[in-house]
Structures are given as structure tokens and as C-alpha cells.
């Protein structure tokens, strides 16, 4: 049977970064499972990042927004994308802008059945190589997320069924669920310029304003429905993505 991949990209401030990664993700993703899907998290964004993962949800079927009303982290952003996520593994980054899409197929290689495969950054330095403080009232000290990590849902399940308390990756390495970790060489961003940064923001807080395309927050985490996106529809999508493709390129 054909595998299928769900990846969950949190995203913090991303407006410049986003679109472009998920036109790279939507590319490469079907060389590494026939069903696909991209789970865009809004991790409690101060820009216009809400509003441009909006737009790339409405115009591409495989992407689905959810939205967080404050700063949560990666962990929480991929134990949000659980609720909704249909895919037998599920890819998480820490840092939208460092993901290089074309590096996946590294960590797909080397999954395998009931474990999972994390991923580092080339610049910096694997789990274990830096001496960490002792922890405190003897407790072991939080394993930090990984830069990437692929991980085959039934160990996610089995870690929300241990209530989830444990730190993710700690909870993988004790019981020998990861593969040695692999190393990826991080994307190299071309930012765009702050002007049409503060431009974009500009028209992007005008329209809310004007109730256009404001998204429905919630308390814990929002989708937006079918009625929603229908009635925030552009009338020329393609002219507005070939704008936010360029901003993610910084033209």
C-alpha cells in the first residue's frame, strides 16, 4: 500500500518564507508518498503571516491552516496537527525558514517500520555532542525538538496515550524509537526586503480591518470552514499568488 505523509510547519512570523516553502513542499512531496498533505500552524504570528497561509490554503487543496491565539512551540504545534492530520507519518520542523524540501528524501530513506528518524542542521550539532547541566531534584532534563523530525503516527498515538506528559523526543529515545539522526544542510533564505514587508503588512491590516479576510481565532486551535473560505475567496487568485510568490522570493 502506498504510504501516506502529512507535514506540520509551524510558523512564527513567516510571511516572507512561507509561500515559497509550500510550493517547494507540493513539489517534492509526491516523490515520497502517493497521498500527501501540508498542515500550516500559525504559532501565534505578530505579521501577516495568518493571511498569506490563508490564501495558499484556499488555492491549493493539499494545505490546511491552523491557527494558535499565542506562542506554543514546535511540540505543541505537532500534537495540534494530530487532531487533523491524515497521514500514516508525519514530517515536523522546528524552523520554517531553515526547511530545505529537498532534503526530505534523506530522512524518508531511512525511516523505517516503527521508529523514527530525526534531522539536523549541517551548521549545527547533533543531540548529545554538548555537555547539558545537571538536572534539578534529579529529574532528566527535556530533550529538545529536533531540527526535523519523521515519525510514523502509531508512536505519536502511543505518546499521547501515555498522556503526553513526557517531553516527545525523550519519550522516543527511552524506549528506542530513534534511528541515528541524520544530517540536512539548511536552506539559505533570501529575505524580503523591509519595505514591502511594512507595505504588505499595511494592506494586509486594512483589509482585516475592513473584514475581508480576517480569520476566526478560537481559544485553543482554529480551522477555517468551508463558508469561511468560500466567502474569502479572491476574484484572481492567480494574480494574488503570483504577488505572494514573489514576496516569498523577495521581488
Not at 496515550?161 to 528506542?176: A, E, I, P, V, W
Amino acid at each position: 500500500m502506498t504510504p501516506s505523509l502529512s507535514v506540520v510547519v509551524p510558523l512564527y512570523n513567516s510571511q516572507s518564507v512561507v509561500a515559497r516553502l509550500t510550493e517547494e513542499l507540493l513539489e517534492v512531496m509526491p516523490e515520497l508518498a502517493g497521498d500527501t498533505e501540508i498542515i500550516l500552524v500559525d504559532d501565534g504570528s505578530t505579521d501577516a503571516t495568518v493571511e498569506v497561509a490563508q490564501e495558499l490554503s484556499l488555492n491549493f487543496p493539499q494545505v490546511l491552516l491552523l491557527v494558535h491565539p499565542a506562542t506554543l512551540g514546535a511540540e505543541e504545534s505537532l500534537r495540534s496537527a494530530m487532531r487533523y492530520a491524515r497521514g500514516e507519518t508525519l514530517l515536523a520542523c522546528r524552523d520554517a525558514g531553515d526547511l530545505d524540501p529537498h532534503e526530505l528524501h534523506k530522512l524518508w530513506s531511512s525511516l523505517a517500520a516503527d521508529v523514527a528518524v530525526a534531522g539536523y542542521w549541517q551548521s549545527g550539532a547533533p543531540l548529545g555532542s554538548i555537555p547539558r547541566a545537571p538536572a534539578l531534584a534529579g529529574k532528566p532534563a527535556p530533550q529538545p525538538f529536533p531540527d526535523v523530525l519523521l515519525v510514523p503516527r502509531r508512536l505519536l498515538v502511543g505518546w499521547r496515550q501515555s498522556g503526553g506528559h513526557d517531553n516527545l523526543f525523550g519519550y522516543l529515545k527511552s524506549r528506542g524509537y530513534l534511528l541515528p539522526s541524520v544530517t540536512l544542510r539548511p536552506r539559505r533564505q533570501r529575505r524580503a526586503p523591509a519595505a514591502l514587508v511594512n507595505l504588505l503588512e499595511r494592506r494586509y491590516s486594512e483589509q482585516s480591518a475592513a473584514g475581508g479576510t480576517a480569520p476566526r481565532r478560537d481559544v485553543a486551535v482554529s480551522t477555517y470552514s468551508v463558508t469561511d473560505a468560500h466567502a474569502a475567496r479572491p476574484r484572481s487568485p492567480k494574480h494574488l499568488m503570483s504577488r505572494l510568490r514573489a514576496f516569498a522570493w523577495g521581488e
